[in-house]
């Protein structure tokens, strides 16, 4: 069974599976919708924010905003 990989490149986040070495992809697809969608839909779904470190800073998305539709 193949192990995936998920992550962030110039021009979105991927999921797929590396070569032996683990450096470079074997093949991969652009989920960055999807994967955006999924972590807002699961902070949402148990209520909670999401933290996590980057490059030794820590960040927290607090909130997210309902956006209404304009029927005009």
């Known amino acids: 069974m193949a192990e995936y990989h998920v992550g962030c490149g110039i021009a979105g986040i991927y999921a797929g599976t590396l070569n032996k070495g683990g ?34 800073k820590r960040y927290a998305l607090l909130t997210m905003e309902i956006e209404e539709e304009n029927n005009a």
């Open 23 to 56: 450096k470079t992809w074997r093949n991969k697809s652009d989920v960055t919708h999807e994967a955006m969608t999924a972590v807002a839909q699961y902070c949402i779904d148990h209520n909670t924010v999401l933290k996590f470190t980057l490059q030794g």
